[in-house]
């Protein structure tokens, strides 16, 4: 009996030694599959630190010719005239993330709501893809519906409201971001298990009550996280900002009014009037530094929030 079985143990075991060396190809991809995954992933960390490391060399470079005070407490931005206060464009750029966030939350959110409570499987699979058809619209395409359809609408409400303004341009962009909020929120919600909505309403509650009180809270950390980055989306935002808000850097917080973000003055800046290496060349990494260190500080508290308030069912 135990000759059999240890004749048994050698012939699996020379069966894999033949298979083996039989499959000589396959051993070769087995070898080179984890090599080749973490060459992709060393050039990601190297991209990622490259960026960085060009970020911080040139806007190190033009704060050695203005200082951190006038840059960023500074009132007034004109490149063109050695005048390098950043604050209006954060102003701008906080403009319209504001506006945006204002658009696409209550929208996003409700939409999540409908397809996580309230939809049949069957409707589901038809909105939902429908719905995230949005987020594969060129922004350059968004850009010029603000222009040349947003803003004249509005502009018959707001007589007084500049063809380019930042109401337009916020509104766009918070229809842009809909679909983040709505399908990021929308698992979340579908994430939450089935129990908790049963005993909810046997207890007696109403399906928009166990919506509200139950499956909102469960899922908030989803929600929150989806919201965060969606501000990220909205605050990094370009081409709609720079074709229909305008390229005017005003400290001001009315909507109606034109102004300039930190993305739109990148574009402007970014162009063959500007001499290498000069002043507004090394503010344009300066102020591609600070949107880095805002659209950063949103990821990052994404994720603190996603862990402080992640449930595990």
Not at 123 to 139: C, D, S, W
Not at 182 to 195: K, N
Not at 229 to 244: F, K, P, Q
Request: charged share 15%; glycine share 6%; hydrophobic share 50%.
């Amino acid at each position: 009996m135990v000759t059999k079985k240890a004749n048994l143990n050698y012939s699996v075991q020379e069966m894999i030694s033949k298979n083996k060396k039989s499959n000589s190809l396959g051993n070769l991809v087995e070898k080179l599959v984890p090599i080749f995954l973490l060459f992709c992933a060393i050039v990601s960390v190297l991209t990622t630190i490259g960026i960085v490391f060009t970020l911080l060399k040139e806007s190190l470079t033009f704060f050695t010719k203005v200082s951190l005070k006038d840059f960023y407490f500074g009132t007034e931005w004109s490149p063109w005239t050695d005048k390098f206060g950043v604050a209006p464009l954060i102003t701008g750029t906080l403009l319209i993330t504001v506006i945006a966030i204002c658009v696409a939350l209550p929208i996003g959110l409700a939409a999540a709501i409908y397809l996580s409570e309230y939809a049949s499987e069957k409707v589901r699979r038809t909105i939902k893809p429908i719905l995230e058809i949005l987020a594969g619209i060129p922004t350059v395409v968004y850009g010029f519906f603000a222009l040349t359809f947003v803003s004249p609408l509005l502009g018959e409400i707001f007589t007084d409201m500049k063809i380019f303004n930042a109401l337009s341009a916020g509104i766009v962009v918070g229809i842009m971001i809909i679909p983040m909020i709505a399908s990021l929120s929308e698992d979340a919600m579908s994430a939450v298990p089935r129990s908790l909505r049963d005993g909810a309403l046997g207890l007696g509650a109403t399906k928009f009550e166990v919506a509200i009180k139950v499956v909102l809270p469960a899922a908030l950390s989803g929600i929150i996280a989806s919201v965060v980055l969606a501000i990220s989306r909205a605050i990094g935002e370009t081409m709609i900002v720079t074709i229909a808000a305008g390229a005017t850097p005003n400290m001001t917080f009315d909507p109606t009014q034109s102004i300039q973000t930190l993305t739109a003055f990148i574009v402007q800046g970014a162009t063959g009037d500007t001499s290498y290496h000069s002043v507004i060349y090394n503010s344009i990494y300066a102020v591609g530094f600070t949107l880095f260190v805002f659209t950063l500080l949103m990821n990052i508290l994404s994720q603190y929030i996603s862990r402080k308030f992640r449930e595990d069912y």
